[in-house]
């Protein structure tokens, strides 16, 4: 990048908190699965009104923005090329929690903010924001809101889509568009924000957001489920909404393999007994207590004389019940540990997941005997992380076209999405270009063209190249 954009970086966030020295730089320029490096002049603005500067300069000198919150994008998203022309713009340095409203239920958040600490901040004022997932200590809310995260309470409380209420949002050239209001109701014209959420700092970069809270939940019942198969799991899912409706708040689904391997790759979390006698297993939970309403150990017993559920370990505090949690939110770091796998994160009707997996895993175990699918994911979202591996690890990766050929044409073919929560970030770009309806790919350029005129949010991410 050159001498004079670089002065007039400085002159707009501070000469400390623009980084150019490969020392510094280094460790905002690889992502989470370190598949991804890039190279970049890394900028660190303090608030709003510096981010809008720092876009102002990006967009009259025609220098891409690359935005970064936590960098635990799983798609390359928030890394840019090895050019050295982009600027990364790192915003958590907007961390300030603003306000907490305890009587409209919402919190005002600078992007910034690390979604654990949020939900420190609003549990001390007796409020609960239910967005989480294994990586709520890193993962900042300007890039939960990017990326429309969902983690493992969508089935009760949705996606970030359904639980932001406003953004404030420095456009592609410089101006602020805010939108604070926190209104639950606002029928007047487009409703702007969803534009914004999910669009990968394509469109501009959020800088503040106002989400829900919701009281904190009024008990936790939580149990470790064996099950024979996802066709057992499935019904298990059904006679859970029947019996606990909206106290049902998790329903995630895990082969064995993938709890036996947390426990061999990360020892000091510790599984509840022998999981090795059921195939599958299945995290459930419900936000009560069996006395305020629905017990899950009735639930289960049925299900056991039902013949649906072979095994359960029942949580007997809430120590035990978050114990189990860490269990499934360890699942990435473990398989990380044995050489990682190709990353797959698909979305399906939910009655359709079983005989998806039976096909798919078929399909590809017959063309890569030596694979090592580490199938798990938000099953009462109808969303899996049909992740893949190998024995050795880089036979996956050397296969990659061929393995995300067999498993995106099984999952369109079902009417699936290939991102059900990740994004497309660089990893899905060229089979998103290929699969997308091609009226809908026409309308997401056009809006990009129309806001971002002169390229420079986010280039090489999500929509096909201009030039
Ligand atoms: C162990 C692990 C478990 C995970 N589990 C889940 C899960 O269950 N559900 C889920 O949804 N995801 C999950 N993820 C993926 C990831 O954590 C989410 O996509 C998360 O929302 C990304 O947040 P981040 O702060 O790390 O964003 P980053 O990785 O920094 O950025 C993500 C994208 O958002 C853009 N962006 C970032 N900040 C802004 C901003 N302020 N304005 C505009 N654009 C911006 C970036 O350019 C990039 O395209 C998991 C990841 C890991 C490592």
Redesign the pocket.
Known sequence: MNAEIIEKLKAAVGEKYVLTEDEATKPFLVD?TKRFVGRAVVVRPANTEEVSRVVRIANETQTPV?????????VG??IPDDSGNAILLS?SRLNKIEDIDTVNDTVTVE?GVILEDLHKAVEEKGRFFPLS???KG???I???L??N????AVLRYGNMRDLCLGLEVVLPDGRIWTALRGLRKDNTGYDLKQLFIGS??TLG??TRAVLKLYPQPIGNQTALVGVESPDAAVKLLNECRTAAGPYLTGFELMQSKCLVRVHEQLPDIGLPGPVDDCPWWVLVEVSCSPDSGPSLEEILGKAFEDGIVKNAYLAQSLKESEAFWKIRESI??ADARVGNNLHNDISLKIALIPEFLDVTVRRLKDAYPWLDPSLYGHLGDGNLHFNIGSIPSNLAFENEEGIRKITYEETVKRNGSISA???I?QLKREHFLQLKDPLELELMVKISHALDPNDIM?PG?LLPDRK
């Open positions: 989470w690359v935005p970064q919150a936590g960098g635990t994008t799983l998203g928030s915003l992007a997932f294994g990586a890193s993962a900042e300007g890039g939960n990017a990326t995260a969902g983690g493992t990968e700092g970069v959020i990435p770091e929560e990740h994004g970030g986010n991410k």
